[in-house]
């Protein structure tokens, strides 16, 4: 049977499949084929309930998705409520018989008993283009259609307000007749163009008003500049049209798409809820409006911020009926206006869902997609067929997405304008003439929105349909074009053939390689582009810049640093892999085909990618593995994956080199798109190599390891366990996981006496540190830490570095080795303290322990009791020269202490020889002091005989305090020595400048010699006093028997006598004979000066009635006298001295001064 024969109605007949608010041409049909589903007549219930028991609230929201039937409902009530007649026939009582529930009749009936007039409108039509903007916008409109309805000018509110004013004076009839009369043209043809008409206007007016001409004429423009609206106005002039009808009357308005046309602005929603408030509290119930939207009003306010929500809280009052209309409404309209089926085709269709029904659950199903409806039964089958349930859902979110990016013709054109239903119908008549078994496939649902698609939106499948060759790619292309903007629906290959399968019986595993077969044509020519495994349709501008990418230039090496940075950085991630036996950490090298990425390592992991152009047979990759301390990792040949590598990187350059902000928008959101996708893409690429290398092969040493998991990381990590094992054979040597502090334990913890004499007790590790370090010795070459590291890090130990370190500080504690620094052999802390620290590894030198002659470590010890006075307790060797040389500090740190005493006793800088001699000596390593002792011993006895010994003794005894005193009394007397005429001064005065003081008793002598100087100084130092004192005191008396003297108060004669009595005093106190013989000269030179000053203190007390200047006064001294001669000879001699001497003198006198005798 074929299809067409199972309907009940013919698929072929006219079906209003475009439901427009103001189309009013074949009402009737429309309204005989309207379909009353089960959810409209809960909806209508819901309409009535409100509608015949007004409870303030005055407005029904109808909502619902593109395409869902609101605007037909809509338009239905609009006919039915009014109950109009059309030929005879009320619409009322046509809709009437479409109800089967009594009730909901009963109802119906009372509601069109009401008499009412339905205003249906477009309000994005009605709406003047420039208008949406203005706050009183949507006000206009419904004032434009209510003056539609009275017969008023809509175009222009104040000619209809004009036309209103004229009704209202009874001459709007008699003014249109009149018009017609003179003018030969009717008023509503006029008032089109009615400033090319004022005259005409003025001529009729000035008639019917009887007014002038001139007044007739400025009518209109008086009009035009006091018109403005109100809503207050509207409402009233509704109510006043209202009361002019029969009683009971109700006007309503039925306004079509009014959410897609406020949405976004809350002033037009205000004025919506304003205009609703007020018909409200004007009309009391008796005018409702009616809107649709695509959204429910909750849905639009819940847009709105928290503050503009609570303003429009009141539009929720006014609209308080929501009708919300869903897909399950469009399904059932569907199946019963276009698929309902004959009893011959319900028959047959049973019987074929019978066959097929446990196929349909495999046959049709969608992966990693939204999840879409399945046949329920036999009699949903029915009802659908030949439709598949998912086409309703997913045609749906096809055109919404289209709609979305304005793929339609016309002004505002949404989807919700377009009906499925004629969608559906040219699907039907499309497969009509083939056998019952077909099934529609989606790509037929192009052809019916074909139509209505905008040109440049389809160019890609017309340039196709006139190009391609291949019939079938261009379906797959017509699929992926409805799909582009469904986002929950997966574009996979496999969804894609699921969408084409158009019979029961179809080979699914050949459809799907058609449809891949097709993709790849459709990509290759740049119909579509893919990501991953998703693919999509291509518009033109996002096909130009498609085949950019394509021909984008990449390097390969890029590609390769792509893969290598998913597989090793993303993927595999840490460039240390842990090994579960001993819980170290192994560093890694990479490779990728056969090409080293990081810095090399012992081991390493070599990835074998698709890029590899060397041959990746197994037997080859086996023969690789030989011998190499790598795991070789396989992945999986796969053609697609290199092609998303590459379109990867193209895609990445493409965006870098072509981003600008010059560009214009539609290009840069596709490169925006495109650089989602590639982010998409590299997660993509991420995954399936994550998965790749789950199920990658690895070999390693000749063989493919067996492992099961195939979790990427964890089987690289199971891998390189064996790695591990394989490389480092000799890991196992090391029995005990060793942790950081451990160092510090062995080296500074308490002494184990078993790292001491016993090789029996050396585990097998420190055997191989020694034999390591003593064959390096042997060859000549020298051990470091950082080389003994390498060592036994690398092949074919592995040890981990704290382990290497501890098993060395064993080795060293057993006294196997010994370890330097700058020539310098380290101790227990400075070995710690070198292995502590990486800085130290390269400049730390290890050899092992020498043999000593047993001979020289017996010198050694001999010399040690014989230079410290002391038995040296060392066992072993180097304890021997350990000790010899800590005695050495501590005589040298001795010593130290006493020469820093050099500046008080001059000849202890004899010590400073033997400091150094010693600190060159305790520089040595231990090896010296038992292989050289023999060189030095001697040299170091010498000195502690001759002066270190000596020096010692002096410091420790009572010699030290007689050296101190004669020391101190020689550097207080010195000056006193040269008045002294005694011998011993010499014995005694050489004591401070002897070399060796503390030898041949010359501090005993120099004491002896001390005190008979100390006796002699006392007696001198008496002498000396007493001619000085009475040196002074005659110049006193002096000065006492003066000239005027005893004129002077008692305190005059005291500031005379003050200069020598204090002489006296310091003269009495002083210790050193020059200091005693300086005071005694200061008193004489200051007598002069004194006896000058009785003069003044004598002149001060009024003593002279002269008014010349005292006295003046000079010593015979001063008096010069320039003889020729040195010496007097001869009485001749004499009388000429004494005659100059005498003229000299009279010359002073004559100067008015005296001279002092």
């Not at 502090?741 to 585990?763: V, Y």
């Not at 020096?951 to 002294?980: M, T, W």
């Amino acid at each position: 049977m074929k299809l067409n024969k199972i309907f009940k109605d013919d698929i072929f007949r006219a079906i209003e499949g475009v439901i427009k608010a103001d189309d009013n041409s074949n009402i009737v049909t429309e309204v005989k084929e309207y379909v009353v589903t089960k959810e409209i007549s809960k909806k209508l219930d819901d309409f009535l309930s409100a509608y015949l028991d007004y409870k303030g609230a005055n407005g029904v929201w109808i909502s619902g998705f593109f395409g869902s039937g609101k605007s037909h409902l809509l338009k239905i009530l609009s006919y039915v409520l009014s109950n109009n007649q059309i030929n005879g026939v009320a619409l009322g009582d046509i809709f009437l018989q479409k109800i089967e529930d009594d009730i909901l009749e009963a109802n119906f009936k009372r509601a069109i008993s009401i008499p009412s007039k339905s205003i249906l409108f477009n309000i994005d039509q009605k709406a003047d283009i420039t208008n949406k903007q203005q706050p009183d916008a949507i006000l206009s409109v419904f004032i434009k259609v209510f003056n539609e309805l009275r017969g008023y000018y809509p175009k222009h509110g104040y000619i209809a307000e004009f036309e209103r004013d004229l009704d209202k004076q009874g001459l709007y009839v008699e003014f249109k007749q009149q018009y017609l009369e003179q003018t030969k043209t009717r008023w509503e043809d006029a008032r089109e163009i009615i400033l090319l008409e004022n005259e005409n206007f003025a001529k009729v007016l000035s008639k019917v008003k009887s007014i002038s001409y001139d007044e007739a004429l400025r009518v209109l423009d008086g009009y035009e500049s006091k018109y403005k609206v109100s809503i207050e106005e509207f409402a009233e002039d509704v109510k006043e049209y209202i009361d002019q009808q029969p009683k009971g009357f109700r006007l309503n308005f039925f306004v079509d798409e009014v959410g897609q046309y406020i949405s976004e602005n809350t002033k037009l929603m205000l004025n919506l809820q304003t205009i609703a408030e007020t018909l409200a509290t004007k009309c009391k119930g008796q005018s409702w409006i009616i809107v649709t939207s695509q959204q429910e009003i909750n849905s639009l306010i819940g847009d709105l911020t928290d503050k503009q929500a609570n303003d429009f809280s009141r539009i929720q009052a006014r609209f308080k009926t929501p009708l919300s209309l869903t897909s399950a409404n469009v399904d059932e309209v569907i199946q019963r206006r276009l698929l309902d089926k004959n009893d011959d085709g319900k028959k047959e269709l049973t019987t074929l869902y019978d066959k097929e029904k446990n196929n349909l659950k495999t046959l049709i199903q969608f992966i990693d997609s939204r999840r879409y409806q399945d046949f329920k039964d036999v009699a949903h089958f029915t009802s659908c067929y030949p439709l598949l349930p998912y086409q309703f859902d997913l045609f749906q979110g096809s055109i919404r997405g289209l709609s979305q990016h304005n793929a339609f013709q016309g002004k505002h054109q949404s989807v919700g304008e377009r009906s499925m239903l004629s969608v559906f119908q040219t699907v039907v008549q499309e497969i009509s003439d083939t056998l019952v078994g077909q099934l529609s496939t989606y790509d037929l649902m192009f052809e019916g929105l074909r139509a209505t698609l905008r040109a440049e939106i389809q160019s890609a499948i017309i340039i196709a349909e006139r190009n391609l060759p291949n019939e079938f790619a261009i379906k797959v292309l017509k699929v992926l074009f409805m799909v582009k903007y469904v986002k929950e629906f997966k574009a996979s290959a496999k969804n894609i053939a699921t969408l084409l399968i158009d019979n029961f019986n179809i080979d699914v595993l050949e459809h799907n390689k058609k449809v891949q077969e097709a993709l790849n044509l459709l990509e290759d020519q740049t119909y579509v582009e893919r990501n991953s495994d998703i693919y999509e349709f291509l518009t033109d501008e996002e096909k130009d810049i498609e085949q950019e990418i394509k021909t984008t230039q990449i390097n390969n090496s890029d590609v390769g640093d792509l893969l290598a940075s998913i597989v090793f950085e993303e993927i595999i991630k840490d460039g240390k892999l842990r090994f579960e036996d001993n819980k170290n950490d192994y560093p890694f090298c990479r490779k990728m085909d056969d090409t080293l990425l990081s810095k090399e390592q012992p081991i390493a992991i070599n990835v074998i990618t698709p890029l590899n152009d060397r041959s990746t047979d197994e037997n080859v990759l086996k023969a690789n593995s030989m011998g190499r301390n790598e795991l070789i990792v396989k992945i999986p040949e796969d053609r697609q994956l290199l092609m998303d590598l590459y379109l990867h990187k193209r895609t990445e350059k493409y965006i870098q080199q072509t981003h600008s902000t010059t560009l214009n928008e539609a290009t840069n959101q596709i490169l925006r798109s495109k650089g989602t996708l590639n982010s998409e893409r590299r997660r993509a690429l991420t995954q399936k190599l994550e998965d790749f290398l789950g199920k990658s092969k690895i070999y390693l040493n000749g063989s493919e390891l067996d492992i099961t998991n195939t979790n990427a990381k964890t089987k690289i990590y199971i891998a390189f366990q064996s790695l591990v094992k394989h490389a480092f054979p000799n890991i196992n040597m090391l029995r005990t996981i060793y942790k950081e502090e451990d160092l510090k334990s062995i080296l500074l913890g308490k002494p184990d006496d078993l790292f001491k004499n016993d090789d029996a007790s050396m585990s097998e590790a420190e055997i191989e540190i020694v034999t390591f370090i003593t064959r390096n010795r042997q060859s000549g070459e020298r051990t470091t830490t950082k080389s003994l590291i390498d060592k036994f890090s690398g092949t074919p130990y592995g040890w981990p570095q704290i382990g290497i370190l501890c098993v060395f500080a064993k080795v060293f504690l057993r006294g196997k080795v010994e370890i330097k620094k700058d020539s310098n052999i380290l101790e227990n802390k400075e070995v710690f303290d070198v292995l502590s620290s990486n800085r130290h590894y390269t400049n730390t030198i290890i050899e092992p322990q020498l043999d000593f002659d047993e001979k020289k470590v017996r010198k050694l010890k001999e010399l040690h009791q014989e230079y410290f006075n002391e038995a040296n307790t060392g066992k072993e060797p180097k304890e021997v020269a350990q000790a010899f040389k800590e005695k050495l500090f501590a005589e040298i740190n001795f010593l130290k202490t006493i020469l820093v005493q050099k500046n008080q006793y001059k000849f202890l800088d004899q010590i400073e020889k033997p400091i150094s001699k010693l600190e060159i000596l305790s520089n040595q390593d231990y090896t010296y002091f038992i292989n050289e002792v023999a060189q030095f011993s001697d040299e170091l006895l010498d000195l502690k005989e001759q002066t270190t010994d000596p020096i010692k003794r002096f410091i420790n005894s009572p010699q030290k305090a007689v050296y101190d005193e004669i020391i101190s009394f020689a550097e207080k007397n010195e000056e006193n020595f040269s008045y002294l005429s005694n011998s011993e001064i010499v014995s005694f005065s050489g004591v401070k400048e002897n070399p060796q003081p503390y030898k041949n008793n010359v501090i005993q002598k120099a004491k002896a010699s001390l005190d008979i100087i100390q006796k002699e100084i006392v007696t001198k130092i008496d002498e000396e006093k007493k001619i000085a004192v009475s040196s002074v005191e005659s110049l006193i008396q002096k000065l006492q028997q003066f000239d005027g003297f005893s004129k002077l108060t008692d305190d005059q004669k005291s500031q005379v006598l003050l200069p020598f009595n204090k002489a006296i005093e310091e003269i009495n106190c002083q210790r050193l004979i020059p200091s005693i013989k300086d005071k005694a000269r200061i008193a004489i030179d200051k007598y002069e000066q004194q006896v000058t000053l009785i003069g003044v203190l004598l002149k001060q007390n009024g003593g002279s009635t002269t008014k010349s200047d005292p006295v003046q006064y000079i010593r015979k001294s001063q008096v010069e006298i320039h003889y020729a001669k040195h010496e007097l000879i001869d009485a001749a001699d004499v009388e000429e001295y004494t005659s100059q001497l005498k003229d000299e003198y009279l010359k002073v006198i004559k100067q008015n001064k005296r001279i002092l005798l």
